[in-house]
């Protein structure tokens, strides 16, 4: 008997343990979708929704103050078609991205590596490269504005009295306002990718530049067959996020030359701007956007397809 009342006490025991630990997971759930509720509740609120709305308002004519019509595709005829302004539009930001995320991606590899050597006070110039990066956009332009400022600016003060020759007039031409605002961007920019390649600099184990050293390897060559291969991660996501920010470029047309002279340095985002803000063109400006997008995705997706064959993991 006593027995029986033993094996009866640890089944029951063991039932008890055995619910408790049934029920364990399913609080945890429901703890976990608590804590994950609020940031899914904004994303939805404020991404998947406006994502959505902005598609349906591309497929109508809707004035910012009015009633609205229905287009279906017209709004993406008419920018293939009908606006060469668009086209032309479509060129600059090309033309900046490929003028600065090589620069940026270059500028930032060789200040992170100057940094990895042995240098007095790289802590203090990691902090004064990356200041520009955390200063507000539009603080750095009406700076860059103010140097650009032709006769009373900083830079032809420097080329006429240091150099002895007339500075043009930067913003102010169609030439000269794209390369201008190019080298703004990548002074403001670089050092962040240049905080991610060291990063990725310092996560390099020292023996692989002690064995190639042994081998008679020069610092350039360890540099080709060491460094870079490993740091093709670090470079590849410097790339894929300076892209994406590339053709988002707003403030620096903005605030430097109002997209001028002329349409010479508006990019698709003002472009954007412009029609749903000025022209209250909304349903116009919402097809703009998503050909951005679609650029975008496109150029995010090749990166992905491409880095299979230069990106090297462990």
Same mark, same amino acid.
């Given at each position: 008997?006593?027995r ?11 039932a008890?343990s ?8 399913r609080?945890?759930t429901v ?15 404020f991404t ?19 009633e ?6 017209q ?13 032309q539009?479509?060129?600059?930001t090309?033309s900046?991205?490929?003028?600065y ?8 590899l ?6 990895s050597s042995?240098?007095r ?14 200063t507000p $956009?539009v ?7 103010l ?5 009373s600016?900083?830079i ?10 007339s ?5 102010g031409?169609?030439?000269?306002a794209?390369p ?14 240049m905080?991610i390649?060291?990063?990725?600099l ?11 050293a042994?081998d008679?390897?020069?610092s350039?060559?360890r540099?080709?067959?060491?460094t ?5 991660p ?20 903005y605030?430097?030359?109002g ?10 985002v003002l472009y954007?701007y412009?029609n749903g803000?000025?022209?209250?063109? $909304? ?8 050909i951005l997008f ?11 397809v ?5 990106v090297?993991?462990?």
């Amino acid at each position: 008997m006593r027995r029986a009342a033993q094996s009866e006490a640890v089944a029951t025991r063991g039932a008890a343990s055995w619910r408790i630990r049934r029920r364990r997971p399913r609080s945890d759930t429901v703890a976990a979708y608590g804590f994950l509720a609020p940031n899914g509740i904004g994303f939805l609120v404020f991404t998947l929704i406006p994502i959505g709305a902005s598609f349906v308002i591309s497929l109508y004519h809707w004035p910012l103050v009015g009633e609205a019509s229905f287009a279906g595709t017209q709004n993406y005829r008419a920018l293939a078609t009908s606006d060469p302004v668009f086209w032309q539009v479509l060129r600059n930001t090309f033309s900046y991205v490929f003028g600065y995320v090589p620069l940026n991606i270059l500028l930032s590899l060789g200040i992170a590596v100057w940094l990895s050597s042995k240098i007095r006070g790289k802590n203090l110039f990691r902090v004064i490269f990356f200041l520009p990066v955390v200063t507000p $956009m539009v603080a750095n332009a009406m700076i860059w504005t103010l140097l650009y400022m032709p006769q009373s600016g900083v830079i032809d003060w420097f080329l006429v009295n240091v150099l002895h020759i007339s500075g043009p007039n930067w913003l102010g031409s169609q030439t000269l306002a794209m390369p201008a605002m190019i080298v703004m961007s990548v002074w403001q920019g670089f050092g962040y990718n240049m905080l991610i390649l060291s990063a990725g600099l310092q996560s390099i184990p020292v023996e692989l530049y002690d064995a190639a050293a042994i081998d008679g390897a020069s610092s350039w060559r360890r540099f080709l067959n060491v460094t870079l291969p490993l740091l093709t991660p670090f470079l590849f996501f410097a790339f894929v996020m300076t892209l994406i920010t590339s053709f988002q470029v707003f403030t620096q047309p903005y605030v430097l030359t109002g997209g001028g002279p002329g349409v010479s340095t508006t990019t698709l985002v003002l472009y954007l701007y412009n029609n749903g803000f000025q022209f209250f063109k $909304m349903g116009y400006a919402s097809a703009l956007a998503w050909i951005l997008f679609v650029i975008i995705m496109t150029a995010t997706a090749i990166q992905f397809v491409a880095q299979k064959r230069w990106v090297h993991y462990g």
